[in-house]
């Protein structure tokens, strides 16, 4: 005799069947481990919070950068070594981490690399599935609209017709409606969803742009005296920072010259020597927009083929002739001298290698206002050129120009000069516009012929500038968008009550706003019972004959015109002492 196992009383006894395909080699390949540490890296790299890691990560990396003074910054090239020189114990150390140049740094560069992957592989799906969205039709309804909020549920004689005035009455509101069989889905707000597309494509564009600019870009300085010409090459910069991919071979072919530069400064008041404004009037000719003029402003830069040239100060170059112990001329020419303070007191140096008997180097002080200070010193009263005054002193020697070490053309190195003194005391000259002055020892005489002004332009070109603030502007407007828009839905269905069989219209509404209400539920989504015009009375209300219909759920605190909460009854009079029917809908609205 057999015995039997039980088939599912338990769970002893019952056979197991392998799945197909497992513990027999069959079927695609595992894959390796390799692989799943790579997938599962690659799953944490494109996660939305890494990526928002990465940009809190890349954010505060960037706060050296505006905190301590960065190499190559055109506007400010001595700012390193003054830093240097303030602080030689902690400059080094900050040095080894890179933070002199946070920018162009290793470690900022990994960060980017990685947000800007992060960021890809992150964004990417996320703008296709947004776009899915806002193509895709209205969703079908829930099956049980009466557990969703926003419910609401009223009786109509044809439920055809009602659906017919739903639909209409939605397009007038501009939902997207379509309509399946008995059942109305409506739904409007996708541009929220494109505003959420706008934001994510943004952010990957912004970080492309700026990439682009500090891939392809370059940064420089430089100063032009009245009268003399530039040439957009590297060799005619002061200083000049190119990106690691700038190609500095290929720059805007163009050449400018600095005509003529105005200043205007406050000649009385409060604000006495303020300034009021300057332009610099250049003409430029260039192979993209041929010969022209061109008056720089601050804020109002020159653009030729996507360079730029910003005025970013200005001073005085006093015209000085020197000539040597043999009366030659050893140099001619404006000089520039960088103002000091806000009364443009100016300092600089004039080097004279080939003078004879002996190389010769000026020291000199400019004052555009000159006025006897404090202790018998010259100062300067006022920034405009009112009574301008060149105070100089002279220094002999070696200037240290043939040992090819670099030096700047604004200072001079003192280590192998000697100071030119009269009667053991240095010398000294103060000079006004078309005065001469004798040096001691037969070293020469230096001219002081009169006075020019200077400009100084940031040169600046940056390829991903204009996509940065595209992008920026479209994640502005995405982000506003996102937020202020609600996308909202509504099904109307059709179908037949709980109480009777009489057609009912069943609507729900999600993500309505409170204020939309007020019209709420539409005259299509119900239609009161009509009844018998007899009348009957109990102790606390009045309704007419006839059969009460249910007419389901409303809005909160909300009514069907004519009608009124009261108990369910199936006669024309309700009995308090009555249980109620059987209807499902107990204490919902009642038609009268």
Not at 125 to 148: D, G
Not at 223 to 241: C, H, K, P
Not at 324 to 346: K, M, R, Y
Request: aromatic share 8%.
């Amino acid at each position: 005799m057999e015995s039997q196992e039980p088939h599912a009383s338990g769970v002893q006894g019952v056979a197991e069947r392998p799945l197909p395909g497992l513990d027999q080699g069959v079927g695609s390949k595992q894959p390796s481990e390799l692989v799943g540490w790579a997938r599962w890296a690659w799953r944490r790299l494109t996660a939305m919070r890494t990526a928002v890691v990465l940009l809190i990560l890349l954010a505060s990396a960037s706060v050296p950068g505006s905190l301590l003074p960065q190499r190559g910054v055109a506007s400010d090239p001595s700012a390193v070594p003054n830093f240097y020189r303030e602080h030689p114990e902690l400059a080094p150390w900050l040095d080894r981490l890179s933070l002199f140049d946070v920018y162009s740094a290793p470690w900022f560069a990994a960060i980017y690399v990685l947000l800007l992957i992060s960021m890809t592989g992150c964004v990417v799906p996320r703008c296709a599935r947004l776009w899915r969205e806002v193509r895709s039709a209205p969703p079908a309804a829930p099956r049980r609209l009466s557990k969703e909020d926003g419910y609401t549920r009223g009786e109509v004689d044809e439920v055809a017709d009602a659906l017919e005035a739903a639909v209409r009455h939605l397009r007038r509101r501009r939902f997207r409606v379509v309509r399946h069989g008995d059942e109305v889905r409506a739904e409007k707000g996708q541009v929220r969803e494109l505003g959420n597309l706008a934001f994510h494509l943004s952010l990957l564009v912004l970080l492309v742009g700026v990439a682009g600019g500090r891939l392809f870009g370059y940064e420089g300085r430089v100063a032009m005296v009245e009268g003399s010409t530039f040439a957009n090459v590297a060799s005619s910069y002061d200083a000049l920072t190119p990106a690691p991919w700038a190609d500095l071979a290929v720059l805007e072919p163009l050449e400018l010259k600095l005509e003529e530069f105005g200043a205007e400064f406050e000649t009385e008041g409060p604000r006495f020597g303020e300034p009021r404004g300057f332009d610099a009037t250049i003409s430029y000719r260039s192979a993209a927009e041929g010969q022209g003029s061109y008056t720089v402003r601050p804020n109002r830069p020159l653009d030729i083929g996507g360079t730029k040239f910003f005025l970013t100060g200005h001073g005085y170059a006093p015209e000085l002739t020197v000539r040597d112990g043999n009366g030659d001329v050893a140099a001619s020419g404006p000089t520039i001298f960088l103002p000091v303070d806000q009364a443009f007191t100016s300092d600089g140096v004039v080097k004279v290698p080939d003078a004879r008997p002996t190389s010769l180097a000026l020291q000199g002080l400019f004052l555009p206002t000159g006025v006897e200070g404090p202790e018998g010193m010259g100062v300067s009263a006022y920034p405009g050129l009112v009574n301008p005054i060149v105070q100089l002193s002279a220094y002999t020697g070696d200037l240290g120009l043939d040992d090819g070490s670099p030096q700047s053309v604004f200072a001079l190195d003192f280590t192998d000069l000697d100071r030119v003194e009269r009667d053991g005391k240095p010398w000294r000259a103060s000079l006004a516009p078309g005065q001469s002055v004798r040096l001691p020892d037969g070293l020469g005489s230096v001219t002081f012929d009169g006075v020019s002004r200077f400009a100084n332009f940031q040169v600046a070109r940056d390829p991903g500038k204009e996509i940065s603030l595209v992008a920026a502007i479209l994640l502005l407007g995405g982000l506003t968008t996102s937020l202020a828009v609600r996308r909202r839905r509504v099904w109307v269905r059709g179908a037949t009550t709980a109480c009777s069989n009489w057609p009912a219209v069943h609507c729900r509404a999600d993500h309505l706003p409170p204020t939309s209400w007020r019209h709420w539920p539409p005259p299509w989504a119900w239609r009161a019972a009509q009844t018998d015009d007899e009348k009957r009375s109990d102790d606390t209300t009045t309704r007419p004959g006839g059969r009460l219909r249910c007419a389901g759920h409303l809005r909160p605190g909300g009514a069907l015109p004519g009608a009124r909460p009261v108990r369910h009854s199936r006669g024309p009079r309700a009995d308090p002492r009555r249980p109620r029917s059987a209807c499902p809908h107990p204490g919902r609205w009642l038609a009268e």
